[in-house]
């Protein structure tokens, strides 16, 4: 059975190669898969401090599964905003990367 330093260290791996995408990469839409793994790694650290966080009754405490509901419908959300924000960036530049982009004049 998996402990939770397991899922600790699974999800500081998944934040570590999420921040290292989101520093090293130049392209918009990789920047923004990389902040995406970066809160899947956070929702895994939530989710698994509540399964091994046990209530006085012995049953697991849900508020950390509850919050990543919340963590789940904010990112939906800024998945939309975000795509709308690079579509209308790469259809007023003609490109995606991160250097070629200096100030937000159109």
């Known amino acids: 059975m998996a402990t939770l330093n ?3 260290l699974v999800s500081g791996l998944l934040f570590a190669i999420g921040l290292a995408g989101v520093v090293l990469r130049r392209n918009i839409i990789i920047v923004f898969m990389c902040l995406e793994l970066m809160l899947s790694a956070a929702n895994l650290t939530l989710v698994a401090f509540s399964r091994f966080n046990t209530t ?3 049953l697991p405490d849900y508020n950390g599964q509850m919050l990543v509901f919340f963590v789940i419908t904010v990112a939906a959300a800024e998945v939309a905003v975000g795509l709308a924000i690079i579509v209308a ?3 007023a530049r003609q490109t995606i990367h991160t250097d070629e982009l200096t100030s937000l004049k159109g």
């Open 56 to 58: 006085a009754n012995g």
């Open 6 to 8: 397991d899922y600790l």
């Open 89 to 91: 960036l790469y259809r």
